[in-house]
Structures are given as C-alpha cells and as structure tokens.
C-alpha cells in the first residue's frame, strides 16, 4: 500500500512591510508663518469667553506649538533642506548640532509641555492662562532665535 501524499503549494510571495513606510511624509509646510500663529494665539488669549470654556486652552496650545514646528522646519529649509522634510522630532533631535545648545534644549522643553497641553486627559487640568502666557513667550524667543540671519547661510 502507497501512501500519497498532498503535493506541496508553492511559497507563497512575500508580505508587504506593515504600516507603511519607516517615516511617514511630513505635512506639507504651513501657509502660516510664525508670527501669524503667535498672533492667532495671542487673539485667542485675549477673548477667552464663558463660550469657549474649555476648548481655548488647548487651541492656543495647539497653535503654540504649531508655531515652533514651523519655526524649525523654515530654520531647517534655510540650512539644510533634507532635514525640513524630516518630522519634527527628527529635526530636534538635529538642531543641538546646528543651533546653540540652549536654543535646541528650550524648543524640546516648550514643544514637550505644549504637546502635553494639546491633549485631554481625565486626570489633568487644562494649561491655565498664566501657563499659556509663559510658553507663548518662550515660543517667541525659541522662534526668534530660529529666525534666519544673513550669515547662517
């Protein structure tokens, strides 16, 4: 008696990768500049309402750190424009080797704290006025000092 076996099917090809490729494409850059973001928050910091309650905080927030996200990828677009095609925290992670130290350590502190305040959580309280107030500053100073000068090129 012969045993028959099924024959075998061939391999089958491979998988595509999982979840897309390794680094997604960045948003396309904003028609908004810094300084018309820092003004859309600071419009927004000056009308709080009882209306708007609970939803200003984190528009403010959200347009902070859009801000500074701008800031960084012009600064990257004027110095090295591969790098402005990175996501943000690629670039971060870059500019402590092109910016000063300081500059690079207080963009990742402001953008770490406003990321935070972008985002509900059940346990946690929305950034105050006084807390947006101090980063909206901080965006300043961050975004000037991002700010192209004539001899960086």
């Known amino acids: 008696m012969t045993t028959t076996h099924p024959t075998a099917s061939p391999v089958p090809p491979p998988r595509p990768p999982r979840g897309g490729p390794a680094f997604p494409s960045p948003p396309p850059p904003s028609v908004s500049t810094p300084a018309d973001l820092l003004a859309g ?14 939803v200003w905080p984190r528009a403010v927030a959200l347009l ?3 801000a500074l996200e701008e ?24 500019l ?17 704290g406003l990321s935070r305040a972008c985002h509900y959580h059940g346990y946690e309280l929305e950034p105050t006025q006084v807390e947006l107030r101090a980063w909206r500053d901080e965006v300043e100073r961050v975004v000037g ?3 192209p000068r004539p001899d960086d090129r």
């Open 41 to 54: 928050a600071d419009r927004l910091l000056g009308t709080a309402t009882a209306s708007t309650t609970g």
């Open 71 to 94: 800031a960084l990828r012009r600064y990257w677009q004027a110095r090295k424009p591969q790098l402005a095609r990175c996501p943000p925290h690629a670039q971060a992670l870059c």
């Open 96 to 112: 402590a080797s092109y910016a000063d130290q300081d500059t690079a350590r207080r963009w990742s502190a402001t953008w770490g």
């Open 64 to 66: 902070l750190r859009h």
């Open 145 to 147: 000092a991002l700010e």
